[in-house]
Nanobody, 117 residues
């Protein structure tokens, strides 16, 4: 059974930073594409970042501010988020992605990120 468990969300002020973690079980993320998608209140699900074998891709609004990485030994994916702004608020989900896209086959329960001024 595949489980993706996110942690690290919270509340932060504009310009602050957060680091999200995603621990995978029943799924070897190093052999697959992993990533993060998010959903803001009243908005559709949006792809944020993806990673495969060290190659990364990002949605335009987070480039230069967010960094996705993975620790194969821990089967964990991370999302370092810097220079956060209100538009980054939402529920962030760890996901097993179809490489190069934002389509996913598995998704975690999500962690809330709230950015306030």
């Amino acid at each position: 059974q595949v489980q993706l468990v996110e942690s690290g969300g919270g509340s932060v002020q504009t310009g602050g930073s957060l680091r999200l973690s995603c621990a995978a079980s029943g799924y070897t993320h190093s052999s697959n594409c992993m990533g993060w998608v998010r959903q803001a209140p009243g908005k559709e699900l949006e792809g944020v970042a993806g990673i495969y074998a060290g190659n990364t891709y990002y949605t335009g609004s987070v480039k230069g501010r967010f960094t996705i990485s993975q620790d194969n030994a821990k089967n964990t994916v991370y999302l370092q988020m810097n220079s956060l702004n209100a538009e980054d608020s939402g529920v962030y989900y760890c996901a097993a992605l179809t490489c190069g896209t934002w389509r996913y086959t598995y998704r975690g329960q999500g962690t809330q990120v709230t950015v306030s001024s």
